[in-house]
C-alpha cells in the first residue's frame, strides 16, 4: 500500500471532480478526522490515517482491503470508479437524476436510462457531465454520465438515452466475487 503519485492523483481526482466538483476538499477534510486515498493491487482505497496506521502493520501480501475501494486503474492507467464510492459520492453529488419506479430495475440490471424513465434532474446540467442516479424516494441507485443536457432532455425522443450506465448497486449481487 503505497500514497498515489501525481498522475494518479491527477487522474483520480478529475474523475472524482466530474460527479462531486470542489466537493473534493469536503472528502479528505473531514469533521471526524483527516482521510487519505492509498494505492494496493491497483486499486484506490479510501481510509482515515488513524486506519492508515493500523494498516502498516500488516503484511502487503495479507491485506485485503485497508479501506472503502473507490476504483481502480486499468492496464492503460485510467482511473474507473467502482460502485463502492457510491455512498461518499451521493452526499456531496452537483447533479442529480431521478427515474421513475418503473425504470429502477432496468437501471440496476445494468442499463442506460431512458428519457420515458427520467423523474427529474438537476437544472443546468450539461451534456457528458458526471451524475448520480437516485430512485424518486431519493436512494442513490448509482452514477453514470449526462448523455443529453438539461435543456436536450426536454424535447427528446421518449426512447432517446438520457444517461449513460457507468455503475450501479445491483453490482453488488452481479458481481460480488470481483469486488473487493
Not at 478529475?14 to 478526522?33: F, S, T
Not at 451534456?127 to 436536450?152: I, W
Request: net charge positive; proline share 4%.
Amino acid at each position: 500500500m503505497r500514497p498515489l503519485t501525481e498522475a494518479e492523483t491527477r487522474a483520480v481526482f478529475e474523475k472524482l471532480g466530474k460527479y462531486i466538483g470542489e466537493n473534493i476538499q469536503l472528502l479528505v477534510d473531514r469533521p471526524d478526522g483527516t482521510y487519505c486515498f492509498r494505492l494496493h493491487r491497483d486499486r484506490v482505497y479510501y481510509l482515515s490515517e488513524k486506519l492508515l496506521k493500523l494498516a502498516a502493520s500488516v503484511p502487503r501480501d495479507s491485506l485485503v482491503a485497508p479501506g472503502t475501494c473507490f476504483g481502480k486503474f486499468t492496464k492503460s492507467q485510467k482511473f474507473r470508479l467502482s460502485v463502492t464510492a457510491l455512498d461518499f459520492l451521493a452526499p456531496y453529488a452537483k447533479y442529480k437524476v431521478w427515474v421513475k419506479p418503473g425504470s429502477e430495475q432496468a437501471f440496476l440490471y445494468g442499463n442506460h436510462v431512458l428519457k420515458s424513465g427520467l423523474g427529474r434532474i438537476t437544472e443546468n446540467t450539461a451534456q457528458y457531465q458526471g451524475v448520480v442516479v437516485y430512485s424518486m424516494a431519493d436512494v442513490p441507485l448509482g452514477f453514470g454520465v449526462a448523455a443529453k443536457s438539461t435543456q436536450e432532455c426536454r424535447k427528446v425522443d421518449p426512447l432517446a438515452i438520457v444517461v449513460f450506465h457507468q455503475a450501479d448497486v445491483g453490482e453488488y449481487v452481479r458481481n460480488e466475487d470481483t469486488l473487493t
